[in-house]
């Protein structure tokens, strides 16, 4: 009993020494994302610090007075001084007590000839001594010499009941103050408010990262579905030579991490076995919304079946944004628009990779009504002639979470490959995007890990993985798929697709 309560002591632990590593990493990679965002942050507290106090900043002006106290008879003039301990801490505790009696104050308004005290007083007595500091802080430099000197002269006259006859004996006479104590620092105001900005960033990154319910984890994953994960596919960062011409994310650049190129094929390799033992054909590749890098697996994994001697077809089916021609490196061409509305046929639209046993469909004009164009009977009909044509069929669709469009096309498909993006898209909206596509006769194969990160990789890939591709990263948008898949799309070598 006492063994299995300290193994489940010892799992507890691991688990929160797991979730604080990726507390971590999250704020770290959150820092990376926004950490112009942090700059900003602690420009605005410290300026606006400097600002609050410069603005509040009201001068205060302090006179003192340092002198000791004799006892004694005043008529005769002998007086005494405090050496013992006894009569230094009555001294001590009375001064103070006697300076904010009302008696002693409304003495000192009636000789200052006012109705309010401009200033403050405070005692302070050296332990163990009769050596007495008074000080006044006014926002008046005149009034505050005034009212140290005032109320040295009825001190000894208020406090007679008390300590008997006094007589105070100068060591540092009262002065009228020239400039202000209270100095406003610059340098101090900026510091204290870039503090307060540093502390506020990493309060709002624990806070974003606690809260952020993303997937981190396959243990997380276990949590929306019981599918298993396929790959983690690390995360590249390519670094290009030429601004004008930035490599793509391709299986086929033996530039590219071999470690990536490994994780692909390792990918490529459990889905053909799976698609084997299912006699499948047709594979939808979708992901819970854009930004995922699902078109660019898409395409990697419909080459890296091409190079294992296989016949593919590869669909562009994101009819409302048609980039894989673009990605890929094709010409403007013609895709499933033109195929249902009967304008062009198989031939004409169909267009094979050059020097690969790979075949690619798509457009370059977005459809107006896609679901119109997906819900045709020409498509059905087409992908089971293709069924008979081709060994597999990958087909690139939109989001699932975002449009019906995945839903319209698992209903012809056979399996499905789901693309998570490692820390990006929330838990729940995950989960919406497995429901939308429940329900079918498509079966789920499982699902990838897009961009995993090396501190979490759990395939030993090292730091290359898969960057910002997909919609709006490279070879989606702004970069073509040229040196990707050099052998048959490369625009700057041949610029032809046969």
């Avoid at 001294?91 to 200033?119: A, C």
């Avoid at 405070?122 to 505050?144: F, H, K, L, W």
């Avoid at 819970?288 to 395409?299: C, D, H, Q, R, V």
């Avoid at 995007?433 to 329900?439: A, E, H």
């Amino acid at each position: 009993m006492e063994e299995r309560k300290r193994n489940m002591t010892e799992t507890t632990e691991d688990e929160m020494e797991i979730d604080l590593v990726l507390l971590f990493h999250t704020m770290w990679r959150s820092f990376l994302k926004m950490w112009w965002l942090f700059l900003i942050l602690i420009a605005v507290c410290a300026g606006g610090f400097l600002a609050f106090q410069s603005i509040r900043y009201e001068p205060l002006y302090a006179s003192t007075a340092t002198f000791t106290v004799g006892t004694g008879d005043g008529e005769s003039g002998s007086y005494s001084f405090y050496y013992n301990a006894s009569t230094a801490d009555q001294l001590s505790k009375t001064f103070p007590y006697i300076l904010n009696s009302s008696y002693f104050r409304s003495v000192l308004l009636e000789r200052l000839g006012t109705d309010t005290l401009n200033g403050t007083i405070t005692a302070q007595t050296i332990e163990n001594s009769n050596v007495v500091t008074m000080r006044v802080e006014s926002p008046s430099a005149e009034d505050a010499h005034s009212i140290l000197v005032t109320a040295l002269e009825i001190y000894p006259e208020t406090a007679r009941f008390v300590l008997g006859d006094i007589q105070f004996s100068y060591l540092n006479e009262p002065e009228t103050p020239q400039q202000p104590f209270n100095h406003i620092s610059p340098l101090r105001c900026l510091v204290m408010g870039g503090a307060a900005g540093v502390f506020l960033g990493l309060a709002f990154l624990g806070l974003t990262a606690l809260f952020r319910r993303t997937v981190r984890s396959t243990e997380e994953m276990k949590k929306i579905t019981s599918l298993r994960c396929l790959a983690s596919v690390p995360y590249v960062r390519m670094k290009a030579r030429n601004a004008k011409k930035v490599r793509p994310l391709s299986v086929t650049d033996r530039r590219i991490s071999y470690g990536y190129r490994e994780s692909i094929r390792a990918l490529q390799t459990r889905i053909e076995k799976a698609m084997k033992k299912e006699d499948s054909r047709i594979l939808l590749v979708t992901s819970t919304s854009s930004g995922e890098g699902k078109s660019t697996l898409a395409a990697n994994l419909a080459e890296m079946f091409a190079m294992r001697g296989n016949r593919v077809l590869l669909i562009d089916g994101d009819l409302r944004k048609q980039t894989d021609g673009q990605m890929l490196g094709a010409k403007r061409g013609d895709g499933l628009i033109e195929l249902v509305h009967g304008k062009k046929t198989e031939e004409e639209v169909l267009r094979k990779m050059k020097g690969s046993s790979m075949w690619f469909l798509g457009g370059s004009r977005p459809a107006k009504n896609p679901v119109s164009v997906l819900s045709s009977g020409k498509l059905p009909a087409f992908l089971k002639n293709m069924r008979e044509k081709m060994d597999y069929i990958v087909i690139d669709t939109p989001p699932c979470g975002m449009f019906q469009d995945a839903g319209i096309f698992a209903e012809y498909a056979d399996s499905i490959l789901y693309v998570v993006k490692y820390d990006s898209v929330p838990q729940r909206e995950i989960r919406a995007g497995f429901s939308s596509l429940g329900g079918r006769n498509t079966s789920f194969l499982g699902y990838v890990f897009n961009e995993y990160p090396e501190s979490a990789s759990e395939y030993g890939y090292g730091r290359y993985g898969y960057g910002n591709y997909g919609y709006g990263g490279y070879g989606y948008r702004r970069y073509g798929y040229g040196h990707g898949y050099g052998s048959y799309g490369e625009r700057e070598r041949s610029g032809e697709t046969e």
